[in-house]
T-cell receptor, first 113, second 113 residues
Framework: DAGITQSPRHKVTETGTPVTLRCHQT?????MYWYRQDPGHGLRLIHY???????DKGEVSDGYSVSRSKTEDFLLTLESATSSQTSVYFC????????????FGSGTRLTVV | AQKITQTQPGMFVQEKEAVTLDCTYDTSDPSYGLFWYKQPSSGEMIFLIY??????QNATEGRYSLNFQKARKSANLVISASQLGDSAMYFC??????????FGQGTTLQVKP
């Protein structure tokens, strides 16, 4: 049991279409995060959540929105996908957002054509 | 604003030798945490080591140690007795007191036999 799963694992979509990525956890952790990983940039924080309906922006939030209506799910939506949003997206969870660690999902590879 | 900097895009080390991966950070928060993660070619994010800003001792986990120099705002990772399986991308990350976790750009380490 992975404790954190991302879906889909791979997606190809067309420019201008909306896309939603899902992060699901079974750990009941309070904090959830969305990152994108691009060569030369490491992981950049898009949005994070510190509780149900409590979210905040990260470094690269433009063009992305999130929702967290229940503890276990954190959704990332690309309102109108662009080629610059082609990336690998990682979700992470943490019990307290502190030193007790962060667990990462396996990633979603998104290609916008 | 918080910032993490890894200035070494790529490093080589001979098998069985020790290697130091550099990380500097910037924050005005008195309470923060520093992490190192390993990302092998398979893509998963593997937690290696954690150092809290108030910890007096440098953190160690097996062959990994974190050289924490608070006044210099550096948190370098030392890997002793390198193994071929250590070849991977390594990320330094900082947790702010808001729970936000941000990453450096990463360092690719290659271990030579």
């Amino acid at each position: 049991d992975a404790g954190i799963t991302q879906s889909p694992r791979h997606k190809v979509t067309e420019t201008g279409t909306p896309v939603t990525l899902r992060c699901h956890q079974t750990e009941n952790h309070r904090y959830m995060y969305w990152y994108r990983q691009d060569p030369g940039h490491g992981l950049r924080l898009i949005h994070y959540s510190y509780g149900v309906k409590d979210t905040d922006k990260g470094e690269v939030s433009d063009g992305y929105s999130v929702s967290r209506s229940k503890t276990e799910d954190f959704l990332l939506t690309l309102e109108s996908a662009t080629s610059s949003q082609t990336s690998v997206y990682f979700c992470a969870i943490s019990p307290s957002g502190g030193g007790d660690g962060y667990t990462f999902g396996s990633g979603t590879r998104l290609t916008v054509v | 604003a918080q910032k993490i900097t890894q200035t070494q895009p790529g490093m080589f080390v001979q098998e069985k030798e020790a290697v130091t991966l550099d990380c500097t950070y910037d924050t005005s928060d008195p309470s923060y945490g520093l992490f190192w993660y390993k990302q092998p070619s398979s893509g998963e994010m593997i937690f290696l080591i954690y150092q809290g800003s108030y910890d007096q001792q440098n953190a160690t986990e097996g062959r990994y140690s974190l050289n924490f120099q608070k006044a210099r705002k550096s948190a370098n990772l030392v890997i002793s007795a390198s193994q071929l399986g250590d070849s991977a991308m390594y990320f330094c990350a900082m947790r702010a007191n808001t729970g936000k976790l941000i990453f450096g750009q990463g360092t690719t380490l290659q271990v030579k036999p």
